[in-house]
């Protein structure tokens, strides 16, 4: 029922208990179906327990509750491939959260091991690090405790996830904004690390469907107008494979995998290139059938020999995952060879064990399922890493979810120790990563390395395959300047605790500086006083200021203390104000503010309008929105709207982090002229004139005021940045158009 109004069917009580039944029994016919154990008394159980305890409960859909849980469970069985105790946990994962059944109640009736999966799934109120800090954060940090010991849980929370994203149509926009924000900033990278690479492709694809809708119907419609040409250009190429293939007798399927829109988008927008340039819009995978594991590398690297016999191979886009497996399990050959249209193909060779294990990660595998194993696994190895990092989160949630969202991502080198050891670690690890990795000492005492036998900085990062040796040194001590070149959590996590301790002494030490300097003021006449001095420096955090202070950073001279201290000395006052802004005496000015400070509804759609020249929001300065942008607004602590794109990367660190401080954002329909400064970036070949051309077709034929030129021209090709002030994004897409109608230009994109 995914997407569909269910309000809008007028169901009887007794169709929707005919609906519920017969998804309920899709979930069983499915895990009939499958290899596991046959556990169905236990799976009728829990669907009878949650049924009726979230009895007369609805979604915001209108559907009935419990259709949520079994369509969770379906994921869990069908999708992922976990058996009964994971398919029992998916129906009761929220029971304990929405109703009064305790996790006690669910082991006295299903026992142990599916009571702590739904206690660990069950979602944590509010969190310890204050107000301030994201409950989403708190939640991710408790569930991956609790996913150290058992990974179903993780697992089916992404099957959560999954159907929260596929229904996400009913929620408000604000909703919807945080939703999909904090999908594609924790769990699409969480669920690639884990291998489930079909379920990250959805959860990015359905991210960028609600977060650029536009984009994404316009990206789906043309990979839907292309199917036919695409399909066609499939086919020449795979006949003489399948011609190769058949002659060696292989048991095989060749099939096309079309890039998913999400992924074209990014595409697009971090290489400037229009959807007819994305050449890689698709690969050809080969999945080849394979009784004996031992054979499955000859017969992969077989089939590459054949490839490259027929096309043309590249030389340096080859990747061997089946003899060193990625971390998150996956393995396959990809080669890229040169079509008969001219264009690079990536193919994908696996057999039938890797393309399940591909699809559907560690949960095809899983020790649980397939017996107790000696060895241990990448899995577990990445898991003692979280729980190690665990162990030390920081006070700050933000900044821990910053910190684990590092371990998530699938991009990753490998290392050699001077033994012959592995050590896997992210791309652009350093020494000082190494050195924290082997050894929270040894990373403490670290003063340089030896990569391949030559002598490098701690900084010096890393690349695949080299051999390091860190050097210590017992005189050596953590500084804050590590901060800026180490990226592994651990690592950081390690040199965090050990700053924490002078940075502590240094806030105590500023504190009393500050009183000091005011002593004998009441606490009312301190409070202000620090407010202004951290309005007058630009600070936003008390502990900032005085960390500032006790570094010697900031003075309190005599002066300071004098100005912020004495009410009557308005000018000054009104000088250290912060953000420069003077109280308006002028009737009109102050009108105009007081028709745009409203209280804000965060659940309605937030026009953004001037009055007077005086807007009711802030444009944010990291990605600087214009009117026209898709752009998402967060409330600061001064009950300001701050404007950001959507896609801004400050933005989705917002989404996940302080989702209740989003509103969804309309720029007004007919706004006052208010000009904006836009960034173009022009590419094309050099000729006589061309600067000329460029400048009579934006500032003569298109009235657009330049406000700054750079131009540059290198072995016949030119590069030109030129700022232009516009009063809205149309017309940048617009001016983008013209100019590359201009002979010889061949790119004109914003990039700012």
């Not at 992404?158 to 924000?181: E, F």
């Not at 900031?554 to 003077?582: A, Y």
Request: aromatic share 8%.
């Amino acid at each position: 029922m995914e997407n569909i109004d269910y309000k809008s069917l007028h169901l009887t009580p007794e169709q929707e208990d005919q609906n519920i039944e017969a998804a309920f029994q899709d979930v069983l016919d499915g895990y009939l179906h499958s290899n596991h154990r046959k556990k169905v008394e236990i799976i009728k159980r829990a669907y009878s327990f949650a049924k009726e305890a979230h009895k007369g409960i609805r979604r915001r859909s209108g559907e009935p509750y419990i259709l949520h849980p079994i369509a969770v469970a379906k994921i869990v069985s069908q999708e992922i491939g976990l058996g009964s105790t994971s398919i029992c946990a998916a129906l009761l994962h929220d029971v304990v959260e929405d109703t009064e059944y305790t996790v006690e109640d669910i082991e006295m009736n299903f026992g142990k091991k599916i009571a702590l999966i739904v206690d660990g799934l069950t979602k944590i109120s509010g969190g310890i690090f204050g107000d301030r800090a994201s409950a989403q954060a708190e939640n991710f940090r408790k569930l991956l405790l609790t996913m150290a010991e058992d990974i179903r849980v993780i697992l089916i929370k992404m099957a959560d996830r999954l159907h929260n994203m596929r229904t996400l149509g009913s929620m408000l926009p604000s909703k919807q904004y945080k939703i999909a924000g904090e999908t594609l900033y924790i769990y699409a990278p969480l669920a690639h690390r884990l291998g489930l690479f079909a379920i990250k492709t959805e959860l990015e694809d359905l991210s960028f469907k609600y977060q650029h809708p536009e984009q994404y119907k316009e990206i789906v419609a043309k990979i839907k107008k292309t199917d036919k040409d695409r399909q066609m250009v499939f086919e020449n190429f795979a006949a003489p494979i399948r011609k190769k293939l058949d002659a060696m007798g292989l048991k095989y399927s060749l099939s096309t995998r079309v890039k998913s829109a999400f992924s074209i988008w990014n595409k697009m927008e971090t290489k400037h290139v229009p959807f007819e340039e994305v050449y890689d819009l698709y690969a050809v995978r080969i999945v080849f059938d394979c009784c004996e594991t031992d054979n499955e590398k000859t017969i992969c690297w077989s089939i590459y020999s054949a490839i490259t016999d027929i096309y043309k191979l590249h030389p340096t886009r080859t990747r061997d995952w089946v003899s060193t497996p990625k971390a998150n399990g996956y393995r396959a050959l990809h080669l890229t060879v040169m079509g008969n249209d001219g264009n690079w193909v990536e193919v994908q060779i696996r057999s039938q064990k890797m393309d399940d294990i591909a699809e559907r990660g560690f949960a095809a595998h899983w020790k649980y399922k397939i017996g107790e194993s000696d060895e241990e696994s990448e899995l577990e190895t990445w898991l003692k890493t979280i729980t190690d990092l665990l162990k030390e989160p920081g006070p700050n949630a933000v900044d821990f979810l910053d910190t684990i969202k590092l371990n998530l991502f699938a991009t990753e080198i490998i290392v050699f120790t001077p033994k012959g050891d592995l050590v896997t670690l992210p791309k652009d690890a350093t020494v000082l990563d190494l050195a924290y990795n082997l050894h929270s000492e040894i990373g403490s005492h670290a003063i340089a390395g030896k990569v391949n036998h030559r002598l490098v900085p701690i900084s010096y990062k890393l690349q695949s395959g080299d051999q390091v040796e860190v050097l210590t040194s017992k005189t050596q001590k953590p500084v804050p300047e590590w901060q800026s070149f180490i990226c592994t959590a651990k690592a950081k996590t390690r040199l965090e605790a050990a700053l924490r301790k002078e940075r502590k002494m240094l806030i105590e030490k500023g504190e009393k500086m500050a009183r000091k300097a005011v002593e004998g003021v009441s606490p009312e006449d301190y409070a202000q006083f620090i407010s202004k001095l951290m309005a007058h420096f630009h600070i936003t955090t008390r502990d900032g200021m005085y960390l500032a202070i006790g570094c010697g950073h900031i003075e309190i001279n005599e002066g300071i203390v004098k100005s912020l201290c004495k009410k009557q000395n308005l000018r000054l006052l009104n000088r250290l104000w912060p953000f420069g802004k003077k109280p308006a005496d002028d009737s009109a000015q102050h009108a105009a503010d007081h028709s745009l400070q409203k209280e804000i509804d965060t659940k309605k759609v937030y026009v953004l309008r001037s009055v007077n020249g005086v807007h009711n929001y802030k444009i944010a300065q990291c990605c600087n929105p214009i009117p026209g942008d898709d752009v998402v607004g967060y409330i600061d602590d001064d009950n300001n709207v701050v404007v950001h794109k959507m896609d801004c990367e400050t933005a989705t660190r917002l989404k996940s982090s302080f989702g209740n401080r989003l509103v969804a954002t309309q720029w007004e329909e007919s706004p006052q002229v208010t000009s904006f400064m836009a960034t173009i970036h022009i590419e094309g070949i050099d000729r006589m004139g061309i600067l000329q051309e460029l400048i009579h077709e934006i500032s003569i034929n298109m009235s657009i005021n330049i406000r700054n030129l750079n131009i540059e021209a290198n072995q016949g090709v030119f590069t030109c940045n030129l700022v232009v002030r516009v009063s809205d994004a149309a017309i940048v897409v617009r001016m983008c158009r013209q100019i590359k109608k201009i002979n010889g230009v061949k790119s004109a994109v914003r990039t700012s």
